[in-house]
């Protein structure tokens, strides 16, 4: 009785934990930390959201089992949005499925379609659902870069070649969490071409659909003509309309993958609370300029962010989408490691932000900053940080104080 779980074995300790209870703590015993780890929007849901899950959750009908595939017009709804948003066609009875949110379903699609033993292709550094949802199912991962080029394919290639058994999946996140790295349509026409020829399967997370900036609006891989006959692709409502601790995303795509995720949800839930879907369906089908409204909020947060910082004498790339920055390491501080400079961050600046290393061993000398406090307490959070380093002997920029406006 006292050996481990087999799949406890499989699963490392959260890394992220660790600096999540020292933010608890610090929290708890009241000092002022300014909260940049998490990617929990801050941002409430469009009021007609909100007022549409009233109307239903007064409904003495509105609180049974709800539809483990989605309710219909929330299936519709996701399939309209494609249409408009991406020129997609989707046929909403076996193209389309409701998932509590795209982690969730993640997880159940790699339940349905892997055996132990399988090998998938995930990118490293990545967001953890996407190796661990296949871990936990019995596969086995190997590791692709996320930057999108030249070198990506190779490794895909190398992968092929090399690789026993063969891959049998890929699975793609972008804009990417956590490095904010993004593509275009080329990109993904030579990834639906590369999976045609070697028989493989392509999961995209495009959780951050909606969040990008400088005028370049994202692509879908479904968008590359005949991408269906290899892809299924996630995405959710809780960046996109601020809706995170609800829980309703989608997946779209392959009807086969579809299918065989709508089998084994059917066992393990009944799907996402009526209100909740009907709600979503409000989110999507009605006034689209609080979207807008969101993305040019972070926008000004990520050019606040990669201002003040820089004049705290930490350079910082400015991302192309998604509410993160994936920041490298200050060069003076790079020999801490992303988990040791994420904790004196934390203790002597009171900023949390996520280690690198928590994404995989690629993510080591980078940490994740999430766009999820106001602008003047990242102006805030950069005067604290500045304070830091030049307590470490880094050289800052003199005359570049972070203004408080």
């Not at 699963?11 to 930390?33: C, F, H, K, S, W």
């Not at 392509?202 to 892809?231: F, N």
Request: a neutral charge; one cysteine or more; charged letters at 20%.
């Amino acid at each position: 009785m006292s050996e481990e779980f087999y799949r406890m074995k499989r699963l490392p300790p959260y890394v992220i934990a660790e600096t999540n209870a020292m933010r608890a703590a610090a929290r708890q015993a009241g000092e002022d930390v300014i909260d940049l780890g998490m990617g929990n929007p801050d941002l409430p849901p469009p009021a007609h959201v909100i007022e549409k899950l009233c109307e239903v959750a007064r409904k003495p009908d509105a609180h049974g089992y709800s539809a483990s595939r989605g309710i219909p017009g929330l299936r519709r709804a996701q399939a309209n949005y494609y249409g408009r948003r991406f020129g997609v066609d989707l046929d909403p009875e076996t193209e389309v499925i409701v998932t509590m949110g795209s982690k969730e379903g993640l997880a159940s699609l790699a339940t349905a379609i892997t055996e132990p033993g399988d090998v998938v292709l995930a990118p490293n550094p990545s967001y953890p659902i996407h190796t661990f949802g296949f871990i936990i199912a019995g596969a086995a991962i190997r590791s692709v870069p996320t930057t999108p080029d030249e070198r990506y394919f190779e490794a895909l290639e190398r992968a092929m070649a090399y690789t026993v058994p063969r891959p049998k999946i890929l699975v793609m996140n972008y804009p990417s969490n956590p490095t904010a790295e993004t593509v275009d349509l080329a990109f993904y026409e030579r990834v639906v071409a590369f999976a045609k020829a070697n028989d493989l399967w392509i999961i995209s997370d495009l959780a951050y659909s909606e969040l990008y900036y400088d005028g370049k609006p994202t692509v879908s891989i479904l968008q590359v003509p005949g991408a269906k006959d290899v892809a299924i692709e996630f995405t959710s409502l809780s960046k996109t309309y601020s809706m995170a601790g609800w829980r309703i995303g989608f997946a779209v795509g392959n009807p086969k993958l579809i299918a065989a995720m709508a089998r084994v949800k059917s066992y393990l839930d009944y799907g996402a609370y009526t209100p909740i879907q009907a709600a979503a369906v409000a989110a999507l089908n009605g006034p689209q300029d609080i979207v807008e409204q969101n993305r040019a909020l972070y926008h000004r947060r990520r050019d606040v962010l990669v201002d003040s910082f820089a004049r705290a004498g930490w350079d910082i790339p400015k991302p192309a989408a998604s509410m993160f920055a994936w920041a490298p390491l200050p060069p003076a501080l790079a020999h801490l490691g992303s988990l040791e400079f994420s904790k004196q961050l934390l203790t002597h600046a009171k900023v949390a932000v996520a280690a690198g290393v928590g994404y995989g061993e690629n993510g080591e000398g980078f940490v994740r900053i999430a766009l999820v406090e106001n602008e003047q307490r990242i102006r805030q959070a950069a005067r604290n940080i500045r304070t830091y380093l030049k307590s470490m002997g880094v050289n800052v920029p003199p005359g570049r104080e972070v203004p408080d406006v």
